[in-house]
């Protein structure tokens, strides 16, 4: 019988800090190829998991055999479910492309306000809120990307926005998917960690719509639009608040994007932004020059990519209310088919059936616990029906039945999809199976039991692990399944309350989604930068950075004397 493994936090010389920085090499490697060597994201990626293995069996000891293991779960987790999820979802834009119906979508978006920076804001924020709340996984990121192409983004500056965008609504994403599992892990009422994180996430949120408006158009932006930003931000914040406290966890970012949606439809009734024209042309130029310089073509959505000119009045004399009606379709359809699936009890429990447990052979039992406990990530979940992705493929069938598009079309945009994202599989499926070694190797928890021996200032620190986490993941809900129960520990250790770090690993790791090379590919690939993603990086990080300090901070306080900020 081969023998198991069992990670060791002092593997590296009996040392724990000697040991973590050690494991911080593969990390290291993908800030630095893409940060300052600027090398494409599946170049990256290859290289870490490279260095990821090489760390695991020669500094933590690690048999051969199982670090390849490990690596080939993760890369076929990469690939399904989550580049089935952006797949499908990207495909499911190019059915619109095809049906000439898009550009309805963005005449649609003009009736509400034909400004492209308030625009920015609903999509980005509001909808792409809605699509974490029902999908995740990436999807919003993939979707509102070529979204705000349509309303006339450079490609740069939409993937920017949509990943800043898609924070505040990560904790609660899913169905609040990452604040139950925490729960699972520690024993600690979900509700009551949600609870906590309604009460740090809605600090981000009043920010987020106006960091939208000041990278949509810098501080003339910010200057000219920050009523609406700050209204929908707030109005969102304290949905947000008021949801997770005493209506629903799992409803939270459902109910915060309607109605911080509906706060911006309702102001732009009575209040419009001055500037219009000039940030219009401002995008237009700055188009062009995007094309020149990254040799771009506009991209081929019916006139989607160039910067929408047309006023108000002319948009509605075009659209009629059926017109209207099938250009939001598809997204209606999609938010009907995830609510059923996600809150309607028999069809969540049947899709939930349709899963196929799969030990991972030669890997499942051979990774366990000091405790003596086997590894549950070793088994790998098929869910070939109840993943995002095959629900985004039946809702892609609908609309090209209703939209008339030929299913020999409507197949022929999936396959050339298919080639187009061929380097962005490559790439997610690396990182997770770099995702994979650091957490089976023990990397990844002896990074997080290293910070975690701060003591009382451990508080202030706490956030960084979820940052850590979903950097490396891409998921939150991942983040908590690696830091939970550590948060929780160190927490007792440390007189400190267990409950606000373990929510505070949850709010860290809606910053550290932005800079996920996971997610940087999927916006990438959305909004036609394949290659770009160290390009996309270098704008992201450093928000991603200051966002995290305001959450140090925000936890840290809220430990000492913002405590009765708590529950």
Known sequence: MTATYTPNTTAVGGSLWLTALIAMLPLATIFVTLGALRWKAYKAGLTAIAVAILVAILAFGMPIHLAFLAASEGAVFGLF????????????????????????????????????????????????????????????????????????????????????????????????????????????????IGA??????????????????????????????????????????????????????????????????????????FWQPAGREEAIARLHGELDREQAELGLSTPDAGGAGGVATMTKTAVAQRLTSARIGMALFPYLLVIAVFSLAK?????????????????????????????????????????????????????????????????????????????????SMLTIASVLALAYVMNLSGQTITIGTWIAGTGAAFAFLS??????????????TSANALFATLQQTAAEKAGIDPTLLVAANTAGGVVGKMISPQNLTIAATAVGLLGQESLIFRKVVWWSVGLLAILCLLIGLQSTALSWMLP
């Open 81 to 192: 479910p989550i580049t089935w999820i952006v797949l499908t979802a990207i495909w499911l834009y190019q059915v619109t492309v095809v049906s000439g119906r898009f550009e309805d979508l963005r005449g649609t978006f003009n009736l509400v306000s034909d400004d492209p920076r308030v625009t920015a804001i609903l999509i980005a924020f509001c909808f792409g809120g809605l699509m974490e709340a029902l999908a995740g996984f990436g999807a919003p990121v993939a979707i509102t990307g070529v979204m705000l192409m349509a309303v006339g983004f450079s490609a740069l500056r939409a993937a920017m926005i949509v990943l800043v965008a898609n924070t505040a609504p990560v904790a609660f994403g899913a169905i609040a998917t990452p604040i139950i599992t925490a729960g699972t892990l520690t024993g600690i009422d979900y509700h009551h």
């Open 196 to 269: 906590y994180v309604g009460r740090q996430t809605p600090v981000l949120a009043s920010l987020v719509p106006l960091l939208l408006v000041f990278l949509a158009d810098g501080m003339r932006g910010l200057k000219q639009t920050w009523p609406v930003a700050l209204v929908v931000g707030v109005t969102f914040g304290i949905a947000q608040f008021v949801s997770a406290n005493h209506i629903s966890v799992e409803l939270t970012d459902i109910i915060a994007s309607l109605v911080g949606l509906a706060a911006g439809v309702i102001m732009l009734r």
């Open 343 to 423: 809150l309607w009890g028999p069809f969540k429990t049947f899709l939930a059936n349709t899963d196929r447990k799969i030990h991972w052979p030669g890997l499942d039992g051979q990774i366990v616990s000091k405790a003596g406990k086997p590894s549950s990530s070793t088994i790998y979940n098929f869910q070939w029906l109840s993943s995002p992705g095959t629900l985004l493929l039946i809702c892609g069938i609908i609309v090209a039945l209703v939209y008339r598009v030929p299913l020999s079309r409507a197949a022929k945009e999936f396959g050339a999809t298919v080639v187009k994202m061929r380097f």
């Open 463 to 476: 956030p960084i692990l979820g940052w850590i986490g979903t950097a490396v993941t891409g998921s939150d």
